[in-house]
């Protein structure tokens, strides 16, 4: 594969120009472009050329570039998460017309949770995850489920990894929380990325045992017991993991 005079592959400038594009921003000029992707406005400007003949960027009026519409089809058709959101989206919905709450789906992604689905309802309270954001295992009651439920040579790994950038949190705190979210069976965070908010996760298990996703609520801070609506998300977590696994049976 072909490199550049630094050293990185065409696949490396091609996945940096895709990334450059920050949440919320949906289109960049060209010299923006190149300064996101560290690239030379040269470079920057033949890749997307090409990467907009193959649809997977927009060339707009005024120099705008955007995402095309190429690439938001493949993904989304060929996505390992579409039989996951397929699954999840009935429950998801009851959870929200029963509990009244956002609710939000979530998968690990290296010491990430990133979110793959979410229901807002209107007059709730602020829910900070977004489709395709990510959140830290440790502010995240859905990062906490799910890597509360992963091996303990990885639980192992991701603790000696472990670095707060805000300097607030150790690993030691995190080790207790991975610990009680294991023994309880759910995962809860009050005041950790919103201080109006508690946040709470369970796992998703799939018929092979494996934790597959975690299924999360937000609530108002001032609510006495959020423990309450546990059971509610346990039961929607076993539904999903039950039709996520007919989905995978074909």
Do not use: C
């Not at 996945?15 to 920050?22: E, L, S, T």
């Amino acid at each position: 594969m072909a490199n550049s005079a630094s050293g990185d592959s065409v696949v490396d400038r091609v996945v940096r120009v895709i990334a450059a594009f920050p949440e919320g921003v949906a289109v960049l000029q060209l010299s923006e472009l190149a300064e996101r992707a560290g690239l030379p406005l040269s470079s920057a400007h033949r890749l997307v050329r090409q990467l907009a003949d193959h649809g997977l960027l927009d060339l707009g009026d005024g120099g705008n570039i955007g995402l095309g519409m190429r690439l938001w089809e493949l993904v989304n058709r060929n996505s390992p998460t579409l039989a996951l959101r397929q699954a999840a989206m009935p429950f998801m919905e009851d959870i929200q017309q029963v509990l009244s709450r956002n609710v939000n789906l979530a998968v690990l992604d290296g010491w990430e949770a990133l979110f793959v689905e979410r229901l807002s309802r209107r007059g709730s309270v602020a829910n900070r995850a977004r489709v395709a954001g990510r959140m830290p295992v440790h502010v995240s009651s859905a990062g906490l489920a799910l890597m509360a439920n992963q091996p303990r040579e990885l639980q192992a790994e991701y603790l000696r990894l472990f670095n707060d950038p805000a300097g607030k949190v150790t690993a030691g705190v995190v080790r207790q929380l991975l610990a009680e979210t294991a023994q309880q069976g759910y995962a809860q965070l009050a005041g950790a990325v919103d201080p109006d908010t508690w946040s709470i996760a369970v796992p998703v298990v799939d018929g092979k045992r494996r934790t597959v996703a975690a299924l999360g609520v937000v609530l108002p801070l001032a609510e006495a017991r959020p423990q309450a609506l546990v059971p509610a998300l346990q039961t929607a977590a076993r539904g999903i993991g039950r039709q996520l696994d007919k989905l995978r049976q074909g």
